[in-house]
């Protein structure tokens, strides 16, 4: 199983559709996580953190599920703007920040 | 605030050659990664430095692959002998906080990336 599983889409969804990514981590004792926004050939960028009490900006909803092991990220009202791969990192090694990405998941809006 | 600088932003080469990628990151940050892209793919992280110390590097290969942090600010990633698979974007990135916190909000800082061709 791989540490951090991203399904990676492409997910095709109309303007103004909410649509809802997943990410899995394998690793319990992960400790933090977030979501980063690639555009094409372009660098990741911090999108938001994920706390363990959910956490919402504007649109833009993330949610950790430790249960579980995963966090998820909603997105309100969908722009053609929000075209892009949304990309999922973990802490997933305890005592030292080490990140690891998923794949990423694909997101095209469409008018 | 300036960014995370790299250079160069496109390389090619033949296989079996060596190559090298120069990273300045964000200055007064202490963490600085090296990532590998592969197209279609996330980042795989290849070295995280601490200042001039390496916290982890256990995904280098380091039998053709290297890197330092002189001084604890500037970075090199060097691929001697490059390979066909090396072929991929190489991201550096920097964080403010020391890789040993235990942080809820560490953002890396990425810079454009180096686009490395191995034909």
């Known amino acids: 199983r791989k540490e951090v599983e991203q399904d990676p889409g492409p997910f095709n969804v109309p303007e103004g559709a909410t649509v809802a990514f997943n990410c899995t981590y394998s690793n319990s004792a992960s400790q933090s996580f977030f979501w980063y926004r690639q555009d094409c050939r372009k660098e990741p960028k911090l999108l938001m953190s994920?706390?363990?009490s959910g956490n919402e900006d504007g649109r833009f909803t993330a949610q950790l599920n430790r249960a579980s092991q995963y966090i998820s990220l909603l997105i309100r009202d969908s722009k053609l703007s929000d075209s892009a791969t949304y990309l999922c990192v973990v802490n997933n090694r305890g005592g030292s920040y080490i990140p690891t990405f998923g794949r990423g998941t694909s997101l095209i809006v469409h008018p | 605030e300036a960014g995370v600088a790299q250079s160069p932003r496109y390389k090619i080469i033949e296989k079996r050659q060596s190559v090298a990628f120069w990273c300045n990151p964000i200055?007064?940050?202490?963490?600085l990664y090296w990532y590998q892209q592969i197209l279609g793919q996330g980042p795989k992280l290849l070295i995280q430095f601490q200042n001039n110390g390496v916290v982890d590097d256990s995904q280098l290969p380091k039998d053709r692959f290297s890197a330092e942090r002189l001084k604890g600010v500037d970075s090199t990633l060097k691929i001697q002998p490059a390979k066909l698979e090396d072929s991929a974007v190489y991201l550096c990135?920097?964080?403010?906080?020391?890789?040993?916190?235990?942080?809820?909000?560490?953002?890396?800082?990425f810079g454009p990336g180096t686009r490395l061709t191995v034909l």
């Open positions: 200055s007064g940050h202490a963490t």
């Open positions: 990135a920097s964080s403010p906080r020391s890789g040993r916190a235990i942080v809820t909000n560490n953002e890396q800082f």
């Open positions: 994920v706390y363990s």
